[in-house]
């Protein structure tokens, strides 16, 4: 059980939570969201000490860097999304934080347990256990903001059940050809029409978790009508798991007929880019934007892993990695601009806002701009930033396969991102305020953004200690 | 000799370092001032950029007159890519470095009355961005120079963005895109290369060291070339200039003229001809036939602007002009030339942005018609803009004169130094080098003459005549802060159109080593000889 110590620590610590609920009086259920961002934060500080290495179930799980890279990533980002919203949710759903939190831990949980699925039966139970309380999360708002989440919420629902559905067919395909559910009885089939059917229903399923083009349309809507510290979750903790996801199936299990499913990967990519990019630029709603910006985001990650190495993989790790504080500090700065404005009652609601939210950002608090900027750059892939190192690694990933024309298609396209980023710190920074109130940002939040901005800074001017760790981890997937 | 411990410290101090990130200390430091405390802002980022000036300084003293690059710094940066974090300089870019850091104060201090809100984040920005531009002159790593070269695009946009007139917003947007468009294309450029290294390195010594075929090399100068076309900019890539130089504030115009113009005129000097010879050979007679045209269109363009600042800003394309032609003329005396006129229009045209800011400030206009008859009213005023100009057009004692004779010498003496093959057919005859490189430089000289035309007639017209205006009666002449960054410019101005050779000094080791040894295989490239040869081969390879 050693390879499993985090895991096990984290389904403890998620069942303490479920308890404590039961014994809690109301007015202290602020406390169970406090214990769980504190269990993450533990097992993120364990994970540098345990060893956690070797394999359980008779090796249909193994430990190691690669899915000790994954672990603490989502340790990471559940902290970082819980704490930013450990505020917010004590207001909006008093009575139901315990919920909440255990429904996160729980996501996490199959997260953490994900990479190293060796098996696929085990795969696609930590998948689901993953993305089943996301469903519930994102109507946690169904019954005050209206429609929106409980659109957000059914659409995430149908999309994801659909998806499942489509990646269950598949591999019913793929385990039935070979006989066996373990990975390494799948790695020696021969290629047939039947196996290509079962790889494509795979790369559909997995594309829809991911957000990919052409099966990136719930994202939109779910990432507007959710709440903003959820979406900040959402957008990036699950992108790192069907990466993961991808990695073990595909790069792992099937390594051998890379020559069919590289092509449809890279296809997949220079749509995505496009789609993302060119639907981001129209969108008047901030939300929107930055769902189809991290549609975009996914063609970037996709390009490294359709460089088909180990070193594109690594690269495309060290991408998600630095995803994960960029998006979920610019979603929580989102949520903070909105927190604050929400006490006016003239406020447009959560779902409704639109660019000019951030008009005067930097007069109202410039520190919050200043982060907003910077998460913003990130993205763009503008150096001293993270976000520049990672668009660079896996431009270098994939020149490296002779994918240069998406390397120049990506450049290219990261120059029209840039144009509806710039449209974001435009208003921060160049336009006057509509309020005139300064900003108030809760501690915990104001934490959370400060820990996102030490990250992405950071690993900007000092990019090796993250970029060696995603190296190992690659090598350690296979 | 022994030397002392102290100037064993000394000898391995890290210097550029120190000039390098002093600005962005500064700016961290400024964070914590108060935002409301403008004078000590103000104070502080004044002081700073100062203290970089004088560490620049002593750069200067421990410049030596070798070939190669000095103070060198190398450290592991992602030693797991070879990426590395390596500083040096050498005559080419040392005095880019130096009007870097002399300009920056000037900018600085001239925006005490035109800049009045947000003190704090102009100061921070213009500090940021003396850090990117020296970066990026002193970087001998392709991706730290990328990663320097990108860095400058944010603080510009601000100052442009935030601090600039009324169509700021779309000014600066198109700043931006402009110069990222260009700069993504170069950076699958320094991929490329970076890739080509074994072991993986994107130290400049060991990109340099990669055979490229001819090809490549065209592919690639069309990657990198773009990149600095843009920012030069050069005809027909230069209409973000008149643009963001309208709207940018006086100091922005000032660092924008001053030194970002000509980082892409030094990324030619320092990677594109390095890297790329023979494709520079190749590309010459379009590049240096954009130049001209360049240096006629922005001269005539800038002939009938009717808004001062407009005027000079297309006379920037025209001045970049000649820059780009005493560069691929490839001889000694041009690329001096391309070299000392990079710091005399820095000085120049900063000192002209200065001019109209300081007439904006007094009656925030700068239609030309506004004004007439100024010199009766403001004498000092009058005079130093007097000497601006004359060292714009080139006048002789000004620094103007020595850059553009310097650079047009360059362009005759390679016309005329090469071959005359009077047996060619015509049509081959017009199009050999000696011709058309003829042609080039004697319409540039006739450039020089539109360059008097249009800066004298503007002058003539805000400063002479009747004074139409009766609010032009009651300017004030230059206040002692306005003097004190206007002096050191005119000093400069005569101080290089008299002694040149204080500048040329520093660069002729540089130079020669740079012509030496990539002369002959551009020249190779471009002249007819070869050209005529590779087809014979051709023709021999087809049988």
């Not at chain 2, 390098?20 to 980022?45: C, K, Q, S, W, Y």
């Not at chain 2, 001809?273 to 954009?290: D, R």
Request: net charge neutral.
């Amino acid at each position: 059980m050693r390879p499993l110590a985090l895991d096990l620590g984290l389904a403890a610590g998620a069942g303490l939570v479920l308890v404590a609920d039961l014994f809690t009086a109301p007015q202290q259920k602020r406390l169970l969201g406090q214990l769980s961002v504190a269990i993450l934060v533990l097992l993120f500080v364990a994970s540098f000490f345990l060893d956690t290495t070797g394999a359980a179930f008779s090796g249909a799980y193994v430990g190691g860097p690669w899915v000790l890279f994954f672990k603490r990533a989502a340790l990471a980002a559940g902290a970082l999304a819980l704490l930013g919203g450990l505020e917010h949710v004590a207001e909006r759903w008093p009575h139901r934080q315990g919920e909440y939190a255990l429904m996160v831990l729980s996501s996490v949980l199959g997260m953490t347990l994900l990479p190293g699925a060796r098996d696929l039966i085990f795969l696609i139970v930590a998948f689901e256990l993953m993305g089943v309380p996301l469903y519930v999360l994102a109507t946690f708002g169904k019954d005050d903001s209206g429609r929106h989440s409980a659109e957000a919420g059914l659409k995430l629902y149908v999309v994801g059940a659909a998806s499942t559905a489509i990646t269950l067919f598949g591999l019913s395909l793929v385990v039935g050809l070979a006989g066996t559910t373990r990975l390494a009885g799948i790695a020696t089939l021969p290629l047939s029409p039947l196996l290509g059917v079962g790889m494509m229903l795979l790369v559909a399923g997995m594309g829809f978790k991911l957000g990919v083009a052409p099966f990136h349309m719930w994202v939109p809507d779910t990432y507007q009508g959710a709440s903003t510290p959820f979406v900040s979750f959402l957008s990036v903790a699950p992108k790192a798991s069907g990466l993961a996801a991808l990695v073990v199936v595909f790069s792992v299990g099937l390594s051998a007929h890379r020559a069919t499913w590289l092509p449809v990967l890279v296809t997949l990519s220079a749509l995505t880019l496009l789609v993302g990019n060119l639907l981001a630029i129209p969108q008047p709603n901030v939300k929107r934007l930055l769902a189809f910006s991290g549609v975009a985001q996914m063609g970037y990650l996709l390009m490294g892993l359709a460089a088909g190495t180990t070193e594109g993989i690594g690269m495309t790790l060290f991408y998600a990695a630095t995803y994960i504080p960029t998006n979920l500090g610019v979603f929580l700065v989102v949520h903070a601009v909105t927190r604050a404005d929400s006490v006016d009652p003239k406020d447009e609601g959560d779902a409704e806002r639109t660019v000019s939210t951030f008009d005067g950002l930097a007069r109202r608090s410039p520190w919050l701009a200043m982060a907003f900027l910077l998460f913003l750059l990130s993205l763009a892939g503008i150096p001293f930033v993270a976000g520049f190192w990672a668009q660079l690694y896996v431009f270098m990933a994939a020149w490296k396969v002779g994918l240069g024309w998406l390397v120049v298609l990506g450049a290219v396209l990261a120059t029209v991102a840039l144009y509806y980023y710039l449209g974001l710190a435009r208003a921060a920074y160049v336009n006057p305020p509509k309020r005139s109130s300064g900003l108030a940002v809760d501690p915990a939040l104001a934490f959370a953004i400060v820990v996102c901005l030490l990250a992405v800074v950071l690993i900007g001017v000092w990019p090796r200690p993250l970029l060696d760790a995603a190296m190992r981890a690659a090598a350690a997937a296979f | 000799m022994s030397a002392s411990p102290f100037a064993e410290t000394m000898a391995s101090f890290p210097l550029l370092s120190l000039v390098t990130f002093l600005p962005v200390a500064g700016a961290l430091l400024l964070l914590l001032v108060p935002g409301t405390n403008e004078r000590a802002i103000r104070g502080t980022g004044l002081f700073i950029s100062l203290v970089a000036f004088i560490a620049s300084v002593f750069v200067w003293r421990r410049f030596a007159d070798v070939t190669g690059f000095q103070l060198v710094e190398r450290h592991a940066w992602i030693p797991s890519l070879g990426i590395g974090y390596t500083l040096g300089i050498d005559g080419i870019s040392f005095l880019l470095v130096m009007l870097t850091t002399f300009i920056t104060p000037i900018a600085l201090l001239s925006s005490t009355h035109a800049i009045e809100h947000r003190v704090k984040e102009f100061t921070i920005s213009v500090l940021l961005l003396e850090t990117a531009m020296l970066g990026a002159l002193v970087s001998l790593d392709l991706v730290l120079f990328y990663v320097f070269w990108e860095a400058m695009l944010i603080p510009m946009y601000l100052l442009i963005g935030v601090w600039g007139g009324k169509e700021r917003i779309y000014a600066t947007t198109k700043f931006f895109l402009y110069t990222m468009l260009g700069s993504v294309l170069m950076l699958v450029g320094v991929l490329y290369l970076y890739l080509r290294t074994n072991p993986a390195s994107a130290a400049f010594a060991d990109v340099l060291e990669i055979p490229l075929t001819r090809t490549e090399q065209l592919w690639l100068f069309a990657a990198f070339g773009l990149a600095f076309a843009i920012k030069v900019p050069l005809f027909p890539f230069h209409t973000w200039l008149p643009d963001a130089h309208t709207e940018a504030p006086t100091a922005g115009s000032v660092i924008l003229a001053g030194v970002l113009l000509k980082m892409g005129t030094y990324g030619f000097l320092r990677f594109a001809f390095p890297l790329f010879p023979e494709a520079v050979g190749v590309y010459s007679v379009p590049m240096m036939a954009l130049a001209v045209i360049g240096i006629i269109y922005g001269a005539m363009t800038a002939y009938a602007q009717t808004d001062v600042k407009k005027l000079v800003a297309y006379s920037s394309v025209s001045h970049m002009g000649y820059i780009v032609l005493g560069m691929f003329a490839l001889t000694k005396a041009g690329i001096e030339g391309a070299m000392l006129q990079m710091l005399n229009h820095g000085i120049s045209t900063g000192a002209l942005f200065l001019c109209v800011g300081v007439l904006y400030e007094r009656r925030h206009t700068r239609e030309i018609s506004e004004y007439g008859g100024l010199a009766k009213v403001v004498p000092v005023f009058a005079t130093i803009f007097m000497i601006v100009t004359f060292s714009s057009i080139g006048l002789p004692g000004t620094n103007g004169f020595v850059g553009e004779f310097l650079i047009l010498t360059g362009t005759f003496e390679e016309a005329l130094s090469s071959h005359l093959d009077a047996t060619l057919a015509w049509k081959d005859f017009l199009l050999s080098w000696r011709v058309v490189t003829t042609v080039f430089a004697t319409i540039a000289t006739l450039g020089v003459v539109l360059g008097a035309v249009y800066m004298l007639s503007m002058f003539r017209r805000v400063m002479f005549g009747e004074i139409k205006n009766p609010k032009n009666l009651t300017l004030k002449d230059l206040s002692p802060r306005e003097l004190l960054y206007l002096v050191p410019m005119v000093v400069l101005i005569f101080l290089i159109g008299f002694f040149p050779n204080v500048l040329l000094n520093k660069m002729h080791r540089s130079v020669d080593a740079f012509v030496d040894h990539y002369r002959p295989a551009i020249v190779k490239a471009r002249s007819p000889e070869t050209v005529a040869a590779r087809e014979g081969a051709r023709a021999v390879e087809a049988r």
